[in-house]
């Protein structure tokens, strides 16, 4: 894992050497779904402090077993509404905002206001979650009164394909959206950030303007 990890970086500083970035500006975040506490442990053990998962019970276990403040819980995937409860106080970040009744159950269950990204479908793809492009603002809008939600981003997943040039309009597309978003200087949504980027396109994401990539096989697949 630790030179998986010092491959990951090498990439990660070429690819912000080759379009004017800062390391700092792009925070990884190792996705830790899929192995186990003792494997989560040795992530946190390498110095990476941002960890995501995206199921109810693993992230509770894993964040009750780690039990260290200087952790940065990411939850990135779609969240239930009646799993909301039980998961909201416990995470920093919510990769994964695409539903108004969802935006509901997090400002009343919520005790602070919480860093969330509105999730965008931009390919347009039927399997992935996300507001439309087109709607994106509209769903901005309304949650302008939700007082516990406070919009520090969005995310978007590219499509599984061979072509980069699709995979980097995806990300491009979204970091008009950011900026136009950014622009209005809304209040309840800075939208500062781009959560975009996984194992098989963080490269292009970087390039592109990501700040938070979701590194899960690439880093934490278990030992062979």
């Not at 990411?74 to 009646?82: E, N």
């Not at 439309?132 to 939600?149: A, G, H, N, S, W």
């Not at 209005?184 to 939208?191: D, G, K, V």
């Amino acid at each position: 894992m630790e030179m998986r990890y010092n491959e990951i970086k090498t990439v990660i500083e070429d690819s912000c050497t080759k379009v004017g970035r800062k390391v700092s500006d792009v925070t990884l975040i190792a996705v830790t779904k899929y192995v186990t506490i003792e494997e989560t442990k040795k992530v946190f053990r390498l110095g990476i402090k941002d960890l995501g998962e995206n199921r109810e019970q693993g992230f509770l276990e894993k964040k009750q077993a780690l039990n260290h403040a200087e952790i940065n819980w990411h939850f990135i995937g779609p969240l239930q509404s009646r799993k909301v409860k039980q998961v909201i106080n416990e995470v920093d970040m919510f990769h994964a905002l695409d539903r108004l009744k969802i935006a509901k159950e997090i400002n009343k269950r919520r005790e602070t206001p919480v860093d969330c990204f509105v999730q965008v479908n931009v390919s347009g793809e039927a399997s992935k979650g996300g507001v439309t492009v087109d709607d994106c603002l509209t769903f901005i809008e309304q949650l302008r009164p939700f007082q516990k939600i406070r919009v520090v981003g969005l995310m978007t997943m590219a499509p599984h394909a061979e072509d980069e040039t699709a995979i980097r309009q995806v990300f491009r597309r979204l970091r008009q959206l950011r900026d136009e978003i950014k622009n209005q200087a809304h209040p309840h949504a800075p939208c500062l950030y781009l959560s975009m980027g996984m194992s098989n396109d963080y490269a292009i994401a970087i390039e592109e303007g990501a700040t938070h990539i979701r590194l899960g096989t690439i880093l934490v697949q278990p030992e062979r």
